[in-house]
């Protein structure tokens, strides 16, 4: 079993930047497909993006194409986000999200290990 841990949040305004990352323990990082999910207050939980467990395949959403960036370092057991050109309505909280196998899943419920989140506010 893998424990994952986010950090990186925080309050940026609109137009700016952050680099999220997800420590994974417990297992090696390189076994899971990993994600990236976030859910505003009030609204469902939604998909991100993702990569394969090589980092060579990636997908995301499309409200962050262009903008987001998904990526990892298996030697560090790290996942990474950065997030650029940030806009209000990615005000959310983030999860990272893993799974063994090499399927870029965009359901959440596919994936079997969750962290606990971190905060990201955009002012406007």
């Known amino acids: 079993q893998v424990q994952l841990v986010e950090s990186g949040g925080g309050l940026v305004q609109a137009g700016g930047s952050l680099r999220l990352s997800c420590a994974a323990s417990?297992?090696?990082?390189?076994?899971?497909?990993m994600g990236w999910f976030r859910q505003a207050p009030g609204k469902e939980r939604e998909f991100v993006a993702a990569?394969?467990?090589?980092?060579?395949?990636?997908n995301y959403a499309e409200s962050v194409k262009g903008r987001f960036t998904i990526s990892r370092d298996n030697a560090k057991n790290t996942l990474y986000l950065q997030m650029n050109s940030l806009r209000p309505e990615d005000t959310a909280v983030y999860y990272c999200?893993?799974?063994?196998?090499?399927?870029?899943?965009?359901?959440?419920?596919?994936?079997?290990?969750w962290g606990q989140g971190t905060q990201v506010t955009v002012s406007s």
């Open positions: 999200a893993g799974r063994p196998g090499n399927l870029l899943y965009v359901v959440g419920d596919m994936y079997d290990y």
């Open positions: 417990g297992r090696t990082l390189s076994t899971y497909t």
């Open positions: 990569i394969s467990k090589g980092g060579g395949s990636t």
